[in-house]
């Protein structure tokens, strides 16, 4: 089994920033990638950045040049730096870990950005 536990969400105002941060109940090498995803209200979940085990990265469009995924692998954490937010990113952000046994996620944390 696996725990992911985020934290760092808030309300903060358009052109502000937040720093998410994910901590793994084991260690985030023993997974194939892990992730941010978000989901709106009325809106499917999506991707929002990935991070493989290997270290290659990839962003949503929507995101790109402003949100910045990176791990710290001693205290199995990742995190979710956004920058420049805009009012549509606005969502409940969630950590997600795809493991050879599943894919496990987090309880989701509140980004409220306001214009």
């Known amino acids: 089994q696996v725990q992911l536990v985020e934290s760092g969400g808030g309300l903060v105002q358009a052109g502000g920033s937040l720093r998410l941060s994910c901590a793994a109940s084991r260690s985030i090498l023993s997974f194939n990638a892990m992730g941010w995803y978000r989901q709106a209200p009325g809106k499917q979940r999506e991707l929002v950045a990935a991070?493989?085990?290997?270290?290659?990265?990839n962003y949503a469009d929507s995101v790109k040049g402003r949100f910045t995924i990176s791990r710290d692998n001693n205290k199995n954490t990742v995190y979710l730096q956004m920058n420049s937010l805009k009012p549509e990113d606005t969502a409940i952000y969630y950590c997600?870990?795809?493991?050879?046994?599943?894919?496990?996620w987090g309880q989701g944390t509140q980004v409220t950005v306001s214009s």
């Open positions: 997600n870990a795809d493991w050879v046994r599943g894919w496990y």
């Open positions: 991070i493989t085990s290997g270290g290659s990265t």
